[in-house]
């Protein structure tokens, strides 16, 4: 669930046929009817971690181990993982997320860089759940990965 304003204001839905199958979508657990208040974040950082952008080779560290991150975006094979430098250790009760666009993502980073409010950190009960699927737009119908190894201390 939004942070701490992150996303812009919304504005209310009109009341149609669209808005109507939603809402029965939403009472059998199809859909989510205050989904426009969420977003959609790889948890990076947990309480206690450090992470730090980059390594020379433009990864991610946590707690000095670099992340082979497959998923994410950036311009080039040649970009680091982000677009500014930052070292943060995540606080107690708090989450690091952040985008796979890298570059286009009001992420952890983006909020911290940028001097929000809450540092970029992301309170532990604002997660809901974990994302499984893209619906929309239906041409990217798809599962979403979860990425184990990039967090599995052997493959670091």
Avoid at 53 to 59: D, I, P, R, S
Avoid at 64 to 72: C, F, G
Wanted: glycine fraction near 10%; charged fraction near 15%.
């Amino acid at each position: 669930h939004d942070p701490g304003n992150w996303l812009p204001p919304q504005q209310p839905v009109p009341l149609n046929l669209f808005s109507a199958l939603d809402a029965a979508l939403t009472v059998v657990g199809l859909s989510t009817g205050d989904s426009n208040d969420h977003l959609v974040k790889r948890v990076i950082g947990l309480p206690g971690d450090t992470v730090v952008c980059c390594t020379a080779g433009g990864q991610l560290t946590i707690n000095d181990v670099p992340l082979d991150e497959p998923y994410i975006q950036v311009p080039d094979s040649q970009s680091p993982a982000t677009k500014s430098p930052f070292t943060v250790t995540v606080p107690d009760g708090k989450l690091w997320v952040m985008g796979d666009n890298r570059y286009n993502s009001a992420d952890s980073a983006f909020h911290y860089l940028n001097g929000s409010p809450g540092a970029g950190f992301v309170p532990i009960n604002r997660v809901v759940g974990r994302a499984v699927v893209v619906s929309w737009p239906a041409n990217h119908w798809g599962w979403l990965g979860n990425y184990p190894e990039t967090f599995t201390p052997s493959a670091r």
